[in-house]
């Protein structure tokens, strides 16, 4: 999933914030958030990734990671709550698992922290969101 409209969503606005929506629509911006949220996801299976550790998985010092973030309007943090959600967001649309669960797989501690959070991204409940993606 990337920067395409979310099933569920509204339909003529995208559920990531502007700044999210102004990065991935500039081409060198596009590049290195593409290679950022890659190495981020690789590494996702045991952990969220610090920024020092994608800054090495992509040859560059911490500081060319966030002047290259900079350029493209955004934070490491943006970029990492991005991540949570797509993984939340495939999880949620893929499997029965339950939403507890997925918030822990999405790097979430606290599964209340999770729903605010996703709420806050799109509008409504991840619970929502799983029954309007299945009847899409």
Same mark, same amino acid.
């Given at each position: 999933?990337?920067?395409?409209?979310?099933?569920? &969503?509204? @339909?003529?606005?995208?559920?990531?914030?502007?700044?999210? /929506?102004?990065? &991935?629509?500039? &081409?060198?911006?596009?590049?290195?958030?593409?290679?950022?949220? *890659?190495?981020?996801?690789?590494?996702?299976?045991?952990?969220?990734?610090?920024?020092?550790?994608?800054?090495?998985?992509?040859?560059?010092?911490?500081?060319?990671?966030?002047?290259?973030?900079?350029? $493209?309007?955004?934070?490491? &943090?943006?970029?990492?709550?991005?991540?949570?959600?797509?993984?939340?967001?495939?999880?949620?649309? *893929?499997?029965?698992?339950?939403? /507890?669960? /997925? $918030?822990?797989?999405?790097?979430?501690?606290? @599964?209340?922290?999770?729903?605010?959070?996703?709420?806050?991204?799109?509008?409504?409940?991840?619970?929502?969101?799983?029954?309007? *993606?299945?009847? $899409?």
């Amino acid at each position: 999933m990337t920067d395409a409209m979310i099933v569920g &969503s509204h @339909p003529t606005r995208s559920p990531f914030p502007e700044k999210f /929506i102004f990065a &991935s629509h500039h &081409s060198g911006a596009c590049r290195i958030v593409a290679a950022i949220k *890659s190495s981020m996801r690789r590494s996702y299976e045991e952990k969220a990734p610090t920024a020092p550790e994608v800054a090495v998985i992509l040859g560059m010092s911490l500081r060319s990671l966030q002047r290259m973030l900079a350029l $493209a309007g955004l934070k490491y &943090s943006d970029l990492l709550d991005m991540v949570r959600f797509e993984i939340a967001a495939e999880l949620l649309q *893929s499997t029965d698992d339950k939403v /507890i669960d /997925i $918030a822990f797989a999405a790097g979430y501690s606290d @599964p209340a922290h999770f729903a605010r959070a996703f709420r806050r991204m799109v509008g409504t409940t991840p619970r929502n969101f799983r029954n309007q *993606s299945r009847c $899409a």
